[in-house]
C-alpha cells in the first residue's frame, strides 16, 4: 500500500448498519407566524402613514387584548399574539394559530404556500394630522385592537415573514440526525 492508498484508508470510514424503524405517525404544525403589522412611514392604500411610536401606549395597555382574526372578521378569531412590540421598521408581531381551529389550518396552508401573507391592523386614530400638501393622515397615535391575516394589505410592506411548522423537510433532518449519531455511535 503506497502512501497516498493509506491516507485514503484512514479518511474513509467503515459505515455499519443497525436495522430498525421509525414510524412517524404524525407531525403537527405549530402555526407559528412573524412579520410586521405595520410597516413605518409608507402610505398605504388609505392614505395613512404610520409614525414611529404610534402604538407604544397601546402595546403597553393592552397588548393581550389585541385579537388575531382572519380578513378583519370579528366573527373570524384564528390565534393568539404571542409577542408584539415596535422596533425601527414597524409593529412587529409573532402570533400562533389555534390549529384545532378549522379556519386557522386553511390560513396556516394558505401561508405556508404563500398564498396569503399579508398582515393588516384594525385601529382607532388617537392622534393624527392630516398633511396639507398630500392629503395623507399622518397617525402618531393609534389604539390598535386587532390584527388580521389578510390577501391584500392596506400597506404593501405589512407581510408575514415566517412561518415555522414541522413538514416533510423535518422528516429529512430528523434522518439525518439519526443517521449522523449512529454513524458517531456505531462508528
Known amino acids: 500500500m503506497n502512501h497516498y492508498e493509506r491516507k485514503i484508508s484512514r479518511t474513509v470510514r467503515e459505515r455499519k448498519l ?112 392630516i398633511d396639507a400638501d398630500s392629503g395623507v393622515r399622518l397617525l402618531a397615535k393609534v389604539d390598535l385592537w386587532e390584527i388580521s391575516l389578510v390577501t391584500f394589505p392596506a400597506n404593501d410592506a405589512a407581510r408575514v415573514t415566517v412561518v415555522k411548522g414541522e413538514d416533510a423537510t423535518a422528516t429529512a433532518r430528523l434522518a439525518r440526525a439519526l443517521d449522523r449519531a449512529l454513524t458517531v455511535l456505531w462508528g
Open 18 to 129: 443497525l436495522d430498525c424503524r421509525l414510524e412517524v405517525k404524525e407531525l403537527d404544525a405549530t402555526g407559528i407566524f412573524a412579520g410586521y403589522g405595520s410597516v413605518f412611514n409608507l402610505v398605504d392604500s388609505q392614505r395613512d402613514m404610520v409614525l414611529p411610536g404610534a402604538f407604544l401606549d397601546s402595546i403597553r395597555t393592552q397588548s393581550r387584548g389585541v385579537k388575531l382574526l382572519w380578513q378583519h372578521d370579528a366573527k373570524e378569531p384564528i390565534g393568539v399574539i404571542e409577542e408584539l412590540r415596535e422596533d425601527e421598521q414597524g409593529l412587529y408581531v409573532r402570533g400562533r394559530l389555534l390549529m384545532d381551529i378549522a379556519r386557522a389550518r386553511e390560513a396556516y396552508a394558505l401561508l405556508k404556500e404563500g398564498v396569503v401573507s399579508g398582515l393588516s391592523i384594525g385601529y382607532s386614530p388617537v392622534r393624527y394630522r
